[in-house]
């Protein structure tokens, strides 16, 4: 039975004359909604007990439902605690997000491998320490990890970095840390240990993190059946209304990372007519697309997709170009036309000039969209942006309960030797240095501020925008 989910507080629990009556709830799977709803007589059958016994269990529950109603009562706006904000450590992040991270709600930090979340996440867990006069709470953190021990060498580091937090008393001491090996260690800590440490710690911790919040959900939830959806949907729900709970009662920010999905294009034989209500027309602007991905998306949706080769061409011009693929590919090529000496011919593939710059460029960056053979070799090839497809997980359902949700890319721009035209005297043969790492942050939505984006480096002090 869900008991303790539903009313953890409750004497049933712990009432010897219930013992073996809640024993037989749970084998029965018998659930305090069927008590809320159903008659007595119908109770007895299905958790095969005397009527007697189900009366007085079911008066007992409802009278503890009826004082949870009453402790609980709804509370005017003005008497709600007001939410409070700390700095990120970065002004120009701060800007960003409108102030900074924001107390008594969630906040989602989302992106692929190497993006930088638990850097940032780390940055945060130290700028809580700060006075309030420099932008912090002057509070501790409470820092939740399911992939691994927290870095602490690194936190150490960036402490030292930045000379003015360590006078300032910024330390590791103030953060709490506690590993997630499995799922059900998780749902522990979040529904125990958690609420144990924020009261004996009362209004001393206000930001709890968790680095990742899906590591375990994705997994060791099923998904065979609709069944299972079902169920993962609920479990989910719960988690967010309990962590929600959480940040409301004790006035805390949770920051979360979340890790990310592919969603492929959807390869529907006939054409259907989005409407602004469907998720497929809203999904790219709850999970940070380039404008130009929604357009083809739902371009291509509308069109069906057998009718996708006939105007691949008009549906390709959507995309963005991708001009530094293209200027790397051109320097590589006008090297390789000097050093030849011979007349450029552009071609496909078949061991040209084109076909080696090809070679180098892809190998320098693989993420960066596949050339094709041209078929009219007198036009230059105009290449495009890869299409956006990673989603954060845990899907709508989770998504409904987070206030600020930020997404964090990395991608690879023409490096400055490229750039001023110097690739004539790079006389290594590494090719990436024909690129140099771009980081983005970007508020997808917020409740706070609008959407916006900056870009980031990751230095020894941290995460700082440019």
């Known amino acids: 039975m869900d008991l303790y989910e539903e009313l953890p507080g409750s004497q049933l629990l712990f009432d010897p004359e219930f013992e073996t009556f809640l024993e037989a709830l749970n084998a029965n799977k018998v659930t305090c909604v069927d008590f809320l709803t159903l008659k007595a ?3 007895a059958k299905l958790s095969q007990r005397s009527i007697n016994e189900v009366i007085r269990f079911q008066q ?3 009278r503890e439902y ?3 109603y009453n402790s609980n009562s709804t509370k005017p706006l003005a ?3 007001p939410n409070k904000q700390f700095t990120t450590g970065d002004l120009g992040i701060d800007e960003v997000l409108g102030g900074g991270i924001s107390t008594n709600c969630i906040t ?4 692929e491998s190497s993006t930088g979340k638990s850097q940032l996440l780390m940055q945060l867990c130290l700028s809580v320490q700060l006075p309030i006069s420099e932008g912090g709470l002057n509070a501790k953190c409470v820092f939740i990890t399911t992939e691994g021990d927290l870095p602490t060498n690194r936190l ?10 360590h006078e300032l008393g910024i330390s590791q001491s103030n953060i709490f840390t506690v ?5 059900i260690s998780q749902e522990h800590i979040v529904n125990v240990q958690l609420p144990v440490l924020l009261e004996r710690n009362k209004g001393e911790i206000k930001l709890i993190i968790i680095d990742s919040i899906s590591h375990h959900l994705r997994v060791e939830l099923d998904t065979k059946s609709f069944k299972d959806s079902l169920e993962n949907k609920a479990y989910i729900t719960e988690m967010a209304e309990k962590l929600q709970g959480i940040a409301t009662k004790h006035s805390v920010a949770i920051v979360v990372a ?4 592919d969603k492929p294009l959807n390869e529907n034989l006939d054409p259907y007519n989005l409407n602004v209500n469907d998720l497929e027309y809203q999904l790219g602007w709850l999970v940070g697309w380039k404008n130009s991905t929604i357009l083809y998306r739902q371009t291509i949706q509308q069109i069906g997709f057998q009718k996708q080769q006939v105007i691949a061409s008009n549906a390709d011009s959507i995309l963005s170009d991708d001009e530094d693929y293209m200027l790397v590919e051109e320097q590589v090529r006008r090297i390789k036309r000097e050093e030849d000496g011979e007349k450029f011919v552009e071609s496909g593939i078949g061991g040209s000039t084109s076909a080696l710059a090809r070679g180098e460029v892809e190998e320098a960056d693989n993420k960066l969209t596949e050339l094709k053979p041209r078929k009219n070799n007198s036009v230059k090839k105009t290449i495009k942006r890869k299409m956006d497809h990673r989603v954060p997980n845990l899907g709508l359902t989770w998504a409904n309960y987070v206030s600020t949700r930020i997404l964090l890319k990395k991608s690879y721009a023409a490096s400055p030797m490229i750039r001023r035209g110097e690739l004539k005297k790079y006389k290594g043969s590494d090719t990436s240095d024909f690129w140099q790492v771009k980081r983005l942050l970007k508020v997808v939505y917020s409740s706070f501020c609008t959407p916006e984006e900056i870009n980031f480096k990751i230095t020894k002090c941290g995460v700082e925008s440019v």
Do not use: H, T, Y
């Not at 150490?156 to 937090?165: F, N, S, V, Y």
């Not at 979340?258 to 999905?261: M, P």
């Open 41 to 43: 007589p119908d109770l």
């Open 60 to 62: 007992r529950l409802i």
């Open 66 to 68: 009826d004082a949870q």
């Open 79 to 81: 008497k709600q605690i």
């Open 108 to 111: 989602e930090i989302f992106g």
């Open 156 to 165: 150490a580091g960036m402490i030292e970095a930045r000379k003015d937090w």
């Open 179 to 183: 590993s997630c090996p499995d799922l």
């Open 258 to 261: 979340n890790q990310v999905g």
